[in-house]
């Protein structure tokens, strides 16, 4: 008699324990943003007519069709201010992207690399810790020139180490979202 009550007792523990164990759900980690559309306007200094280098690739990398890359012709010797808009219209509505990246700041950062030697871009937004985002920007012309501008947006880059602060992806680490290389004709 003694041992039933003891097992009944086990047992009736055992079970107050179980149900009492809230079922933990899994971890999902953020998954990486769909981005089908880019715009990078630039607007000219001191007024003039802007200049929009825009991508579109709704089907996505997997897709068969190439995105569609539309370049331009900047002036020599101007300062723009840039902003970037991005987003995703393979759903309806279509999803912007860029509200996205100013919310998880701290994640993301562009960079933007010409082979145009007179050609620079500069920062001009900054997450929580005052890093660099690459959002809002400013790019200067200098001579003539053609070349190619390539906007790189990675996710969790490595934002303290050698260079990155200064827009060079060489030490960034993290993983690339989207690179676009953009035709220019500097004129």
Excluded: R, W
Excluded at 14 to 25: G, N, Q, T, W
Excluded at 139 to 154: H, R, V
Aim: aromatic share 6%.
């Amino acid at each position: 008699m003694h041992t039933l009550k003891l097992l009944f007792a086990l047992t009736f523990s055992a079970f107050l324990v179980l149900s009492s164990c809230k079922k933990k759900e899994p971890f999902i980690p953020n998954p990486q943003e769909i981005i089908t559309t880019v715009t990078y306007t630039l607007v000219p200094d001191g007024g003039g007519t802007s200049v929009e280098l825009i991508f579109v690739d709704l089907d996505g990398e997997e897709g068969g069709n190439a995105p569609t890359i539309t370049g331009g012709t900047l002036s020599a010797n101007q300062t723009y201010t840039g902003s970037l808009v991005l987003l995703n219209e393979s759903v309806t509505p279509t999803e912007d992207v860029t509200e996205e990246i100013q919310e998880e700041d701290e994640d993301h950062q562009f960079f933007f690399q010409s082979t145009i030697n007179d050609l620079s871009v500069a920062y001009t937004d900054q997450d929580s810790e005052n890093n660099p985002i690459g959002l809002a920007t400013t790019l200067t012309t200098g001579a003539e020139g053609s070349g190619t501008l390539t906007l790189i947006l990675k996710h969790e880059p490595e934002k303290l180490e050698d260079g990155v602060a200064g827009g060079d992806p060489t030490n960034a680490g993290g993983e690339t979202e989207l690179q676009i290389v953009f035709p220019i004709d500097v004129q």
